[in-house]
């Protein structure tokens, strides 16, 4: 059996450089990409959890205006706030007596740019009260529309907020 020969044994430090640059070009590629993967899945996250929201927010709504549940006098019929549509308020006399609160949503979603681990999940999102007009949005008596409280600007250069 031949042994190899001082030449045969390793790696030259050349060969070696050369893949320590292409592993290192590959890393600063890849990286900055899994960025943006990571950006555009919480993206996808927000705008789900906004149309989730926003349909509860209707279905409230709408349940306030056909009488399922009681709405004041002058009120708009939107919820007070968010934790409303998980815990549910009781229906209207008029459709008969049920221990069953009229409930919307098992859990509201967590805003995924909020960065503030302690906010409870309603305490994520901007809300927008019925009385508040469009281009200035206030919180109010009542929860009409909400936009997440980041001011991270999003891949396609809008505002995170303006959503």
Same mark, same amino acid.
């Given at each position: ?14 060969? =070696?450089?050369? +893949?320590? #640059?292409?592993?290192?070009?590959? #890393?600063?590629?890849?990286?900055? =990409? ?6 555009? #899945? ?15 927010? %209707? ?5 306030? %205006? #056909? ?13 007070? +706030?968010? !934790? ?7 229906? +209207? ?17 967590? !805003?995924?740019?909020?960065? !503030? ?14 009385? +508040? ?8 008596? !009542?929860?009409? %529309? ?18």
């Amino acid at each position: 059996m031949k042994r190899p020969s001082l030449h045969q044994r390793g790696f030259t430090l050349i060969e =070696l450089l050369v +893949s320590l #640059a292409i592993v290192g070009l590959l #890393a600063m590629v890849a990286l900055p =990409l899994a960025q943006v993967v990571q950006t555009r #899945a919480k993206e996808a996250e927000l705008k789900q959890a906004l149309r989730t929201i926003r349909q509860a927010l %209707d279905s409230y709504k709408a349940a306030s %205006d #056909a009488g399922v549940i009681d709405k004041g006098v002058g009120a708009s019929g939107y919820p007070a +706030s968010l !934790d409303v549509l998980t815990i549910g308020v009781l229906r +209207s006399a008029a459709f008969g007596f049920s221990a069953q609160p009229f409930v919307v949503l098992r859990r509201i979603p967590r !805003d995924p740019f909020a960065e !503030d681990p302690s906010l409870s999940n309603a305490q994520t999102w901007n809300t927008r009260a019925y009385s +508040s007009s469009a281009d200035a949005p206030q919180p109010g008596a !009542d929860v009409f %529309d909400v936009s997440s409280k980041s001011a991270r600007q999003a891949l396609d250069g809008s505002a995170y907020n303006a959503w």
